[in-house]
């Protein structure tokens, strides 16, 4: 237990949220397939590599999360 309790220090999550982890993840996954595109100027073919994913899943998660 105080394993966690310096983990939620650490990084904090507000206790009234109503986010479920799937809520987080997807938010997170979008945000960095979002800046990764961004850093290389809409060039999927390094986002992709940069995150560490094929270029046929950076394809597939644009279209899964309505990124244009």
Known sequence: YDQFRKIKSINPI???RKDTLSD???NVE???IVN???KFKG???LAAKS???SAQN???KIKKF???
């Open 66 to 68: 309505d990124i244009s």
């Open 43 to 45: 060039n999927k073919s």
């Open 58 to 60: 950076i394809n597939y």
């Open 30 to 32: 979008k945000s960095m």
């Open 14 to 16: 507000e206790e009234n």
């Open 36 to 38: 990764a595109l961004t």
């Open 51 to 53: 995150l560490g994913i």
């Open 24 to 26: 987080i993840l997807y």
